[in-house]
């Protein structure tokens, strides 16, 4: 059988292939389409995590706030918006579903918070790289300020996810 935390991530790839393409083509609907078979699949009984639920929506809140930031300051356009000057559905459903993954496939972060950061704040600025060549989104500055900024906030960001749910857990 395959591993949980295998099934995990490849439903986290799945939910950003389909934004991601989604949005390019200029369709929301494909985010939240993998996004609930994904939060269905995850929170039956036998998958759910404490913590999964309350995890979603502090990230969804915070996704919504820094990619807003980023449209705001100019260093994002983002395809599929309805709103041009806010972020969109189809990203804050992105950050639903890295919350779907703190206590499953990124679990073994959970006690190597550093490790977390360094990967987090290389590899998330990549997604967001990765995204701007399938045309999702425009990456609009010239000068490499805009990397290093969202490297450092999802350097933050990713620690508090696995801080967070550790709390959850032992609350809940």
Not at 3 to 10: A, F, K
Not at 36 to 44: E, G
Not at 60 to 73: A, E
Not at 111 to 123: E, K
Request: with cysteine; glycine share 6%.
């Amino acid at each position: 059988m395959v591993n949980e935390r295998i099934l995990n991530m490849v439903w986290m790839q799945a939910l950003w292939f389909a934004a991601v393409i989604g949005a390019a083509a200029g369709y929301n609907w494909p985010a939240g389409l993998v996004l609930l078979a994904f939060i269905v699949w995850q929170t039956r009984p036998v998958r759910h995590a404490k913590g999964d639920v309350q995890l979603v929506l502090v990230a969804v809140v915070m996704g919504f706030l820094f990619d807003t930031l980023w449209v705001k300051l100019d260093w994002l356009v983002f395809q599929a918006a309805a709103t041009p000057r806010l972020a969109p559905f189809w990203i804050v459903m992105l950050w639903a579903g890295l919350a779907l993954t703190i206590n499953h496939s990124l679990a073994w972060l959970q006690t190597n918070w550093g490790l977390g950061a360094l990967m987090s704040g290389v590899a998330c600025p990549l997604s967001y790289l990765g995204a701007e060549k399938l045309g999702a989104v425009q990456i609009i500055p010239d000068s490499n300020l805009w990397w290093l900024v969202m490297g450092a906030t999802w350097a933050a960001v990713v620690p508090f996810l696995l801080w967070l749910s550790s709390k959850l857990k032992s609350a809940l």
